[in-house]
């Protein structure tokens, strides 16, 4: 998969992407992660890419002349169209699901904004969808585009150590994931149940299926559809 990412602030990527899964999958090739300064492609001689609102109103909006001859420039740089992403707190949210669609992709585009806002003719120009990862506001797009990548590439094949690993991950079934324990089998007083040590697997898969949901209608009744009320 490549992922391109349109930013003003490309160091904020270099941590995240220089650790663990994200720094292991790069250099194995699973993923090409391209980073590109819009700033560079401001036109002014102060390299302004954000303007007073029309209409009046707080703070400044990205100007459309810089985000669309940065999307212009990147678009070219691979033969694959990609989905282009606008990271915004208007968009669809972000959950597992849509981390699942979007790690089918071949590539992905990610545009992250500062300031109050986009201009309108970004979005709707650009053939923009929008993404917000909850409901709040951050300052930019950055760590949001971060969050993504991150969720996305974990899934790519081969990202994980244990191909079957993503299967069990909290949300894959519409649960929360069940209790997990390791070694010592005693911690201060604490024991591992069980069932875990007898070394029953068909047991064990039932007991952690029910324990996923029973910790979902605790925590997460909100993630239960009817089906999965047992
Ligand atoms: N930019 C600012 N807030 C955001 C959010 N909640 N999700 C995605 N991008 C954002």
Known sequence: MR???????????????SHSILKRTQE?????????NIRDFATD???????????????????PGPVFDCFEYVEKLSPEK???????????????????ELSAEKRLVLIAGKYEGFDERIRTGLGAEQISIGDY??????????????????????????????KDDSFSAGLLEYPQYTRPEVFRG???PDILLSGDHGKIAQWRRRQAIERTK???PDLLGDNKKE
Do not use: C, H
């Open 82 to 100: 990609g989905r282009v992403i606008l990271l915004t707190p208007q968009g669809q949210k972000f959950n597992q699901a849509k981390s699942v």
């Open 3 to 17: 992922i391109d990412i349109l930013t003003l602030f490309p160091e904020m990527f270099e941590s995240p992407l």
């Open 45 to 63: 001689n102060y390299r302004k890419v954000d303007d007073k609102p029309y209409g009046g109103g707080p703070g400044m909006v990205m100007m």
């Open 218 to 220: 605790k925590w997460r």
């Open 190 to 192: 604490m024991k591992v």
């Open 28 to 36: 194995t090739g699973i993923v090409d992660i391209v980073l590109t």
């Open 137 to 166: 506001v951050l300052s930019g797009g950055e760590l949001a585009a971060m969050i993504i990548i991150d969720a996305v590439v974990r899934l790519l094949a081969g990202a994980l150590g244990d191909e079957d690993s993503p």
